[in-house]
């Protein structure tokens, strides 16, 4: 019957909780980053709409207006690619973190469990 030093085993999985908090801390810190990205986003959607509402003028010609309302249009389009790929970059960066860190932890407790068996 083999025996089992419980410190070892404590220590253990001391180091899978650690691991386990940085990896929700890395998920809650791009959460944050995400929230500040959409605040910003949000904050430049409120500041163009006021600048288009100050300089519309519906004066000029039908194809002048049009041109002007297709303008706004095109930013307000370009942005929103632009947008969403940001956020889906931070969404994925956030999650590769917290996966490299529970990968790495994995990685660790392996090497532990086999150097134990290669000492008996």
Known sequence: MPSFDMGKI??????????????????????????????????????????????????????????????????AFEAAIRNTRDLAELVQKSGTDALNIIHERMQESYDEIRRSLERR
């Open 10 to 75: 404590m220590e253990h999985h001391q180091k899978n909780i650690d691991a386990m908090g940085r990896s929700w801390q890395a998920v809650a810190s791009g959460a944050t980053a995400i929230a500040d990205k959409q605040r910003e986003i949000f904050e430049a959607a409120m500041k163009d709409m006021a600048e288009m509402a100050a300089s519309y003028e519906p004066s000029g010609s039908p194809q002048e207006v049009f041109n002007k309302q297709a303008e706004f249009a095109k930013k």
